[in-house]
């Protein structure tokens, strides 16, 4: 089992920057593969950022590449979405996910969920 808990989010506007955190709590953190997932009212949930379980590589979707950076430290169980030059379009709740195989960009092919974290930016 991993349990996650985001937190970071708020209202910025554009062009700011904000860090969102996942903290996970489980026996076998290291084993998982980790994805940050957006929603916005009225669409379906994408795929951001995914990180494997060495935070060795990364995966983006293209329109946040260059901005987003995804990152590890399994050391403190925690996973993190550095979200800088923020656009009006990257308003939505994040949510960050946990699988242990399967397709990074794919929501069904993940074990487990946080609540999601709400992130407004203002035009």
């Known amino acids: 089992q991993v349990q996650l808990v985001e937190s970071g989010g708020g209202l910025v506007q554009a062009g700011g920057s904000l860090r969102l955190s996942c903290a996970a709590s489980g026996r076998t953190f290291s084993n998982y593969v980790m994805g940050w997932f957006r929603q916005a009212p009225g669409k379906e949930r994408e795929f951001v950022a995914g990180?494997?379980?060495?935070?060795?590589?990364?995966h983006y979707t293209d329109s946040v590449k260059g901005r987003f950076t995804i990152s590890r430290d399994n050391a403190k169980n925690t996973v993190y979405l550095q979200m800088n030059s923020l656009k009006p379009e990257d308003t939505a709740l994040y949510y960050c996910?946990?699988?242990?195989?399967?397709?990074?960009?794919?929501?069904?092919?993940?074990?487990?969920w946080g609540q999601g974290t709400q992130v407004t930016v203002s035009s």
């Open positions: 996910a946990a699988e242990r195989e399967g397709r990074w960009t794919v929501p069904d092919d993940y074990n487990y």
């Open positions: 990180l494997s379980r060495s935070g060795s590589m990364t």
